[in-house]
């Protein structure tokens, strides 16, 4: 995997970063650093990660910062 930058807001909690920038869900585990991300439209287990689903994500977000994804 490349290195990759992302900057959006964000919000914290024990265990993750989830960072909310360009209709997309980063979660980032704040122990080992690993990440995944959902775009807006994907599938996941629980139907599609639609917009709503998105805006009630970046609602929590309290926080701007910038990330480097390893």
């Known amino acids: ?3 990759m930058r ?3 807001k964000y919000y914290t909690n024990e265990n993750f970063i989830n960072v909310c920038t360009d209709n997309t869900l980063y979660t980032i585990a704040r ?3 690993d ?3 959902r775009k807006v439209g994907d599938k996941t ?3 599609v990660f639609d917009s ?3 805006k009630a994500e970046l609602e929590q ?3 701007t910062g910038t990330f480097t994804l390893k």
């Open 45 to 47: 287990g629980f139907g």
């Open 52 to 54: 709503e689903a998105y």
């Open 6 to 8: 992302i900057t959006g």
């Open 61 to 63: 977000c309290t926080k």
């Open 35 to 37: 990440w995944g991300c």
């Open 31 to 33: 122990n080992t650093g």
């Open 1 to 3: 995997k490349q290195i």
